[in-house]
């Protein structure tokens, strides 16, 4: 049972990195702002939120050791921030109890994954840039954050809607 539903997981990472690596930054990215949104990251953060903090991190630094193999920049930064976005949301999956809706707060988790995620991330590859820390968060941290938010919305929607997870 559990080898169907990690082969399950598995192939959805697989889609999600083909489709990051190669279609969504030209369908879904705003130019003008060179942001996009990050579909792995959410899978990432689903997992740790319904699975653990065990099952985020490992998700998180596998998919993102795969991201960054295939972008060939800065290989381990990713896995680094996607690691700590699904610890993150593990953490959250420990801390929530009975009373609170987990559907309810989905969503801000999921900003503030990605907000910690992506501090790391810019703070780090921008190093030495020249750019400051408010110019990196608004440009860079914040729109992009917000941007995978709306994703995650999206992703809640189907989720609850086509009922994935019996849990959620």
């Given amino acids: 049972m559990y080898l169907t539903t990690y082969?399950?997981?598995?192939?959805?990472f697989l889609v999600l990195i083909i489709l990051q690596?190669?279609?969504?930054?030209?369908?879904?990215?705003?130019?003008?702002?060179?942001?996009?949104?990050?579909?792995?990251i959410l899978l990432v953060i689903y997992l740790g939120y319904t699975r653990g903090q065990t099952a985020g991190m490992i998700s998180g630094f596998i998919s993102g050791l795969i991201l960054d193999i295939l972008s060939g920049t800065f290989v381990g930064l990713l896995a680094l921030s996607y690691t700590l976005a699904g610890f993150i949301a593990g953490y959250f999956n420990r801390q929530l109890t009975e009373n609170v809706s987990k559907k309810s707060s989905f969503l801000g988790i999921i900003f503030i994954c990605t907000l910690v995620a992506y501090t790391v991330y810019y703070i780090i590859y921008f190093q030495g840039s020249g750019m400051?820390?408010?110019?990196?968060?608004?440009?860079?941290?914040?729109?992009?954050?917000l941007y995978t938010s709306v994703f995650g919305l999206i992703f809640a929607f189907i989720n609850s809607r086509f009922n994935l997870n019996k849990s959620f």
Avoid at 7 to 12: E, M, N, P, S
Avoid at 132 to 145: D, G, M, R, S
């Fill in 21 to 40: 690596s190669s279609f969504i930054g030209y369908i879904l990215s705003i130019p003008n702002y060179n942001i996009t949104p990050d579909l792995v």
């Fill in 7 to 12: 082969l399950k997981y598995a192939g959805i």
């Fill in 132 to 145: 400051n820390f408010p110019e990196i968060f608004i440009k860079h941290i914040l729109t992009t954050a």
